[in-house]
């Protein structure tokens, strides 16, 4: 494996980078007063929290878009950045570009999950453009369940007399979920019943009767889960 990953290190578009420590402190902040240099205000305290999907590094598998697969590779995925890592043995971590991947999988043996990204470079999606995100996929049929793991920061607030005396941008997470329909669109919906009725408005009668009969609140992602499932099933 170590000679196929070497070989990888070496195609055009992969760049060795190092991941950038979220927990690390910036440098402080100058301060200035009537356009005047009064110093440095040493209360700001860098980020909290990680720009991470998950924080280890954990094994996984990349498919490219030109069929190679490349299985046991150690991942980190930079959700703020939208950016997958792959460790490097010698020296400093490498970006895989995300238009050389189909597809990439991390394992997680805690939770016993393998995560599944894909890639959906000809979806139309409302707002951005969909061939430059990796979804999580957490259901896959002829409707599909996908999730945008996405992460923003909360920037710091501690310079105003009346601020929450907060000296520090923290990362938060900002999760979204989109239904892949069969025309190829990706709609975003929230959990509620609410928003999945009106997402799956073309089977509602049959939507809503499945949830009262099922108790189903869809106010977890299992059960927004169960009901594209069973939407898929009508």
Known sequence: MRISLLLLFGLPGIIN?????????????????????????????????????INEWL????????????????LKYNAYTKRLFMKNPVGDSIEVFSNLMDSFVINDPVSKN??????????????NNAGDLFFLVLYEGKTSLVKLINKTIKKA???????????YDTFEDAHEYYLLKPDNTLTKVKKSKKAITEALSDKEPAVKDFMVQQNVTVKTEAELVRVVAKYDSF
Do not use: C
Not at 29 to 46: I, K, N, V
Not at 157 to 167: L, R
């Open 114 to 127: 393998d995560f599944v990204f894909k890639r959906f470079p000809t979806a139309k999606m409302a707002k």
């Open 17 to 53: 980078v190092a991941i950038s420590q979220t927990t690390n402190p910036v440098p402080k902040q100058p301060m200035w007063m009537d356009g005047a240099y009064t110093g440095h205000d040493f209360r700001y305290e860098g980020f909290r929290g990680s720009a991470l999907f």
């Open 59 to 74: 094994n996984g598998q990349v498919s490219l878009t030109d069929g190679r697969l490349f299985k046991d590779v150690p």
């Open 157 to 167: 607030d501690y310079k105003d007399p009346y601020s929450n005396n907060i000296p």
